[in-house]
T-cell receptor, first 113, second 111 residues
Framework: EAGVAQSPRYKIIEKRQSVAFWCNPI?????LYWYQQILGQGPKLLIQ????????DSQLPKDRFSAERLKGVDSTLKIQPAKLEDSAVYLC???????????FGPGTRLTVL | QKEVEQDPGPLSVPEGAIVSLNCTYS??????FMWYRQYSRKGPELLMY????GNKEDGRFTAQVDKSSKYISLFIRDSQPSDSATYLC???????????FGQGTRLTINP
């Protein structure tokens, strides 16, 4: 069974630029999560989708971050404009349904200069 | 105060040692407790999952939960160099569908 796929794996941008990350969850998984993991910290949930609907986006900085999951499969997370403090690993995870085990992708490491 | 506190380490022990990793949490509504292992440049993977107070054993790993003191532990017996990773504790409120992670403890097992 293929795992969660993410791209790109690494991204370096200047502050105030825009960036987008892509996630392909495990086939058949209804729930998709985006986490932010700052160096030396645990992952923090940014947004959670159930199929193509948002379940929880309470910790998403909506002035600069946006995410969508069209058709309830792939998802993209966008940052516009980026700030220095956005430097982190962005992890995508998926689960069969709400409350089931989450499987994480390898993450996208973002560096904002 | 963070909802889940975890000593970031780093922790370095010789091969074969017993390792003890610990977390405390502040919200008594947390009912599910997990330990994740995260290798360098990889995503976290679920190692242990427990619901009730007490011990749960899986091979060389034992997860322990004490809800009265809001304390969770992971013990690794006969530690191996392949156990070198960052270990993250996580908790979840029943029905909230939302994991809250500790900051992770970086562990190195020296051959």
């Amino acid at each position: 069974e293929a795992g969660v796929a993410q791209s790109p794996r690494y991204k370096i941008i200047e502050k105030r630029q825009s960036v987008a990350f892509w996630c392909n969850p495990i086939s058949g998984h209804a729930t998709l999560y985006w986490y932010q993991q700052i160096l030396g910290q645990g992952p923090k949930l940014l947004i959670q989708f159930q199929n193509n609907g948002v379940v929880d986006d309470s910790q998403l900085p909506k002035d600069r971050f946006s995410a969508e999951r069209l058709k309830g499969v792939d998802s993209t997370l966008k940052i516009q404009p980026a700030k220095l403090e956005d430097s982190a690993v962005y992890l995508c995870a998926s689960s069969l349904d709400l409350g089931n085990e989450q499987f994480f992708g390898p993450g996208t490491r973002l560096t904002v200069l | 105060q963070k909802e889940v506190e975890q000593d970031p380490g780093p922790l370095s022990v010789p091969e074969g040692a017993i390792v003890s990793l610990n977390c405390t949490y502040s919200n008594s509504a947390f009912q599910y407790f997990m330990w994740y292992r995260q290798y360098s440049r990889k995503g976290p993977e679920l190692l242990m999952y427990t619901y009730s107070s007490g011990n749960k054993e899986d091979g060389r790993f034992t997860a322990q939960v004490d809800k009265s003191s809001k304390y969770i532990s992971l013990f690794i017996r006969d530690s191996q160099p392949s156990d070198s990773a960052t270990y993250l504790c996580a908790t979840e409120i029943q029905g909230a569908q939302k994991l809250v992670f500790g900051q992770g403890t970086r562990l190195t097992i020296n051959p």
